[in-house]
Nanobody, 126 residues
Framework: QVQLVESGGGSVQAGGSLRLSCAVS????????MGWFRQSPGQKREGVAS???????TYADSAKGRFTISYEKTKSTLVLQMNSLKPEDTAMYYC????????????????????WGQGIQVTVSS
């Protein structure tokens, strides 16, 4: 079965950087949409960034200019490089993959993704 495992979270001061990785295994589709989401207590899960198999990228407004998403195909690893972190970036971060398609039609919609990691905590202190 498809497995997504996040790593790289932790605590950092405002202005710092973190690199989240998501190891993707047994994903059966050549075309894909993959993304990062985050969720704070009491809040809805929100899309942060996405990438598809044609290299199209999307970013939430809150992530533009600070975060970079990439998929290292040879390593089957989804990466989210986060720079200039702010306290409001504090959340549980999840990586996700769709059930095959090759285009992120609604990258902000969690229901568009069929596979999820277990989540990893990111805490940014002021």
């Amino acid at each position: 079965q498809v497995q997504l495992v996040e790593s790289g979270g932790g605590s950092v001061q405002a202005g710092g950087s973190l690199r989240l990785s998501c190891a993707v295994s047994r994903y059966p589709h050549a075309s894909y949409c993959m993304g990062w989401f985050r969720q704070s207590p009491g809040q809805k899960r929100e899309g942060v960034a996405s990438v598809d198999s044609d290299g199209r990228l999307t970013y939430a407004d809150s992530a533009k200019g600070r975060f970079t998403i990439s998929y290292e195909k040879t390593k089957s690893t989804l990466v989210l490089q986060m720079n200039s972190l702010k306290p409001e970036d504090t959340a549980m971060y999840y990586c996700a993959a769709d059930r095959g398609g090759g285009y992120c039609y609604t990258p902000e919609d969690p229901d568009a993704f069929g596979y999820w990691g277990q989540g990893i905590q990111v805490t940014v202190s002021s």
